[in-house]
């Protein structure tokens, strides 16, 4: 019994003996005391980024950039992601970001609501346009829109105009609503999010961003084989990058110029090349009238 | 020396311990060490599997929250985190704690309640090149595997998950004692079944024991019941086979025994009849001995009565006729003194007769005087010197021994002078302290065995006769021109005895006198 006490004993305790355990103590009394890292005094640049694409994407692909930036105006750049193009509206129109990439509709709707207004355009692959395509999987019968009358439909978000505007605006043209055209309705939140749950036939259409669409064909060829453009808006300026109207001007030149000449060095060109982007140029404010006169049809303004 | 000792003593005990001990203690023995061995094999294997299980669930699960949380910190909703953190650990059972630290090492989400512990941020971390570490935490509530996965290459920050091993070592502990117990209950079963089985091989044994102690009894009737053709019912049949050998070897030994019992019966009333007869021969012998010796002295007594008398008167007859005839009648006197010379010597020639049958010497002087009388005045007018030598201290033997030692003397003297052509003879006497022994010698021709039987064959029977008669012995050597030597040897009775055998021997000689 003495020598199946020691076997017992010695299996129990012998496994990890050899390990060097870091001790710990789980119950503690005291207010924790997390002593952060003190980094630069200097006050951070706020950058919103709306969520165009999934928010892990949007990081991975912008962070590049607003290292880049950061390193160019020597301060520190916060990197504010929300799950909504309205929350990201709501950050400039309140001073929470100074800074915020946004996608045309949502600049319509801010520059409306308090007077957004337009700092610099990209130019992605040549162009400085881009459209909306109403998608269906690649097996998919329908060959207009009308073919999905009574189907399930994809939306990206309510402040997109690829994603929401343009598809709501053709179902007015027809004199309906999105909730009587379509059988069921939902908002991914991001065109990636809906170009895939097209792809899987998760829904029967979507409607999604040019840029989005033909950056994910590059990076995923099957999601061609699995998807099909049934319908294209007219061109529009591409997702413009917005500042509020009441922004220190010095602080509005100085980023300018840095996005004005991001191109000029090595760094700049390196930190543009993950989101295609070739340089950014000054905007074109009728680039975006098509939007707005959609806008005006959908929501009723004047 | 001393395991030695110890090995020696564990062969004792061990082999003195009983058949079916130790078939139960090999069955007991083999079932506990292999449950043993088994219980702390499946322990270590199940305590190993298990970790490793636990360390790749809590990889999955940290993961898995590292990749939900992605998003959740991207887009600064802390609230989702917190929900994320406490429904990651409501559906893990072996979480002690999640956490999510973000970028700035800030802690965004965690399930402690209030009191973060200090030190936990510390020990363990996240990132490139490792998307996940582990790291092994001593707590005061056991050990603790700390899993990190980095978000976003920790860019967005690190989840940190601690898997618990306080719920294996429940299980491994609970195993562990039910592989004991099952242990425990198959050592029993096996006890059990190792009884039945030591009954079953040491009934046999007991048995042929039992048979073996009735047959040691001498009870050849008891059988070994053979059960199975194994060993012992093999050394069981043999047994039986000796047995049955053993049964038939005794009966023949006993019918054997009956048929020697029967001759020795036999033999028995043979010897009886042979004893008997030889009694009578012996008394025959005795009484024919009494009498030839009374019938010597009878003739001796009517000679020298009678005869002896008459011829002195004859002498003296003659003697007076011859002096009463006249001178001149010389011739007729002259025959009458040769008459009266031949008388004369005729009276000696009868008195050597009567002192031949019976010397009176025997009577009057005793045994030495009479056999020195009777050699001196036979052997020396045969020109042989004699010799009596007496040894040790001389007395008086009852009269029937006398007379024996005295007429073996004689016969052998009367031999000597007869056939040996001996120049010495020598006749010695040694009394000794419960016998008497005599030896008669002489430097004479000798003879052999092959000679034939003439009349010294028959004297010498005679003194045979005589000594066995007393129980004594007589020893014969003789060679060709050797001479020869007769020795004989008669025992004395004792004191007591003496007594008897002269009361014997007086009846004896009392009957002789009567005898006619």
């Known amino acids: 019994m003495a020598l199946l006490a020691w076997l017992v004993l010695v299996l129990a305790t012998g496994c990890g003996a050899q390990d060097q355990r870091k001790k710990v103590r789980l119950a503690t009394e005291s207010k924790s005391q997390v002593t952060l890292p003190t980094t630069a005094q200097k006050v951070p640049l706020r950058v919103a980024v709306a969520p165009v694409i999934s928010p892990r994407e949007s990081f991975k692909l912008y962070a590049d950039l607003l290292d880049y930036i950061a390193h160019r105006i020597d301060r520190p750049v916060d990197f504010l992601q929300r799950m909504t193009y309205g929350e990201i509206n709501e950050l400039v129109r309140y001073g929470q970001a100074d800074l915020a990439f946004v996608c045309d509709y949502a600049f319509v709707q801010g520059e409306r609501d308090f007077g957004m207004q337009l700092l610099v355009a990209p130019v992605v692959m040549g162009k400085s346009r881009y459209q909306s395509y109403v998608i269906v999987p690649r097996d998919s019968d329908a060959r207009s829109l009308e073919d999905l009358r009574g189907k399930a439909f994809a939306f990206s978000d309510p402040l997109s105009s690829s994603g929401w505007l343009f598809p709501t605006h053709l179902v007015r043209l027809a004199g309906e609503k999105p909730e009587s055209f379509f059988k069921r309705s939902v908002f991914t939140y991001s065109h990636d999010k809906t170009v895939k749950a097209v792809a899987d036939k998760l829904v029967d259409g979507g409607a999604v961003d040019s840029l989005v669409y033909e950056f994910m064909l590059m990076g995923d060829p099957q999601l061609g084989d699995k998807t099909r453009v049934i319908r294209q808006s007219e061109p529009w300026g591409n997702p413009p990058v917005v500042v509020h109207p009441r922004i220190d001007p010095d602080l509005r030149e100085a980023l300018k110029r840095v996005f004005l000449t991001i191109q000029d060095d090595l760094q700049g060109r390196s930190a543009l090349a993950p989101l295609m982007i070739d340089r950014f140029v000054q905007p074109d404010a009728q680039a975006y009238d098509d939007v707005r006169s959609m806008a005006a049809l959908v929501t009723g303004w004047p | ?516």
């Open chain 2, 1 to 516: 020396m001393r395991p030695f000792r110890l090995w020696s003593r564990f062969r004792c005990w061990t082999l003195s311990a009983p058949v079916r001990l130790k078939i139960m203690g090999i069955a007991l023995g083999v079932i506990f060490l292999l449950g043993l061995a088994m219980t702390l094999q499946v322990r270590a294997t199940l305590t190993g599997r298990m970790l490793e299980e636990l360390e790749q669930r809590g990889v999955a699960v940290t993961r898995d929250v590292a990749g939900r949380a992605a998003d959740l910190i991207l887009t600064d909703n802390l609230f989702a985190l917190q929900e994320l953190v406490r429904t990651t650990m409501e559906n893990n059972e072996d979480a002690r704690y999640v956490f999510i630290v973000g970028r700035d090492g800030r802690i965004l989400a965690h399930t402690f309640g209030e009191h973060f512990p200090p030190d936990l941020l510390v020990v363990n971390a996240a990132g490139p090149p490792a998307r996940s570490r582990v790291e092994l935490l001593e707590t005061e509530e056991g050990l603790i595997h700390d899993l990190a996965v980095s978000i976003l290459d920790g860019k967005a920050g690190v989840a940190r998950v601690g898997m618990s091993e306080r719920r294996l070592g429940e299980v491994v502990q609970g195993t562990t004692w039910l592989l004991l117990l099952v242990t425990v209950v198959v050592s029993l079963v096996g006890v059990a079944g190792a009884y039945l089985l030591t009954l079953v091989l040491t009934r046999p044994i007991l048995q042929l024991v039992e048979v073996t102690r009735a047959v040691g009894r001498g009870d050849f009737s008891q059988q070994a019941p053979v059960w199975a053709t194994d060993e012992i019912g093999r050394l069981s049949a043999a047994f039986n086979a000796m047995t049955e050998a053993l049964a038939r070897s005794r009966q023949e030994i006993e019918a054997y025994n009956r048929q020697l019992v029967r001759r020795n019966e036999e033999l028995s009333v043979l010897y009886e009849e042979v004893q008997r007869k030889e009694e009578l021969l012996r008394q025959l012998l005795e009484k024919l001995i009494l009498a030839q010796e009374e019938e010597r002295k009878r003739v001796a007594r009517e000679l020298h009565d009678e005869v002896g008398q008459s011829l002195t008167a004859v002498i003296m007859g003659l003697g007076t006729a011859e002096e009463g005839l006249p001178a001149e009648l010389l011739p007729m006197r002259t025959q009458l003194a040769r008459l009266q010379d031949l008388a004369a010597k005729t009276l000696e020639g009868i008195r050597r007769l009567m002192v031949d049958l019976r010397p009176t010497l025997l009577d009057d002087l005793g045994l030495i005087p009479a056999i020195q009388w009777y050699a001196e005045t036979h052997l020396a007018p045969a020109g042989v010197a004699p010799t009596v030598e007496v040894v040790g201290p001389r007395r008086r033997l009852p009269p029937l021994v006398e007379t024996a030692l005295f007429r073996v003397a004689q016969e052998g003297i009367t031999n000597i002078v007869k056939h040996a052509a001996a120049s010495r003879a020598t006749v010695r006497l040694e009394f000794r302290p419960a016998s008497i022994a005599a030896a008669i010698e002489d430097d004479g021709t000798g003879f052999t065995r092959q000679e034939p039987r003439d009349g010294r064959g028959l004297g010498l029977m005679g003194m045979q006769e005589r000594v066995t008669l007393l129980g004594g012995t007589l020893r014969l050597s003789s060679d060709q021109g050797r001479g020869t030597r007769i020795a004989i040897e008669i025992p004395l009775p004792d004191q007591g005895e003496e007594a008897l055998a002269s009361s014997h021997l007086r009846t004896n000689s009392h009957s002789l006198r009567h005898t006619p």
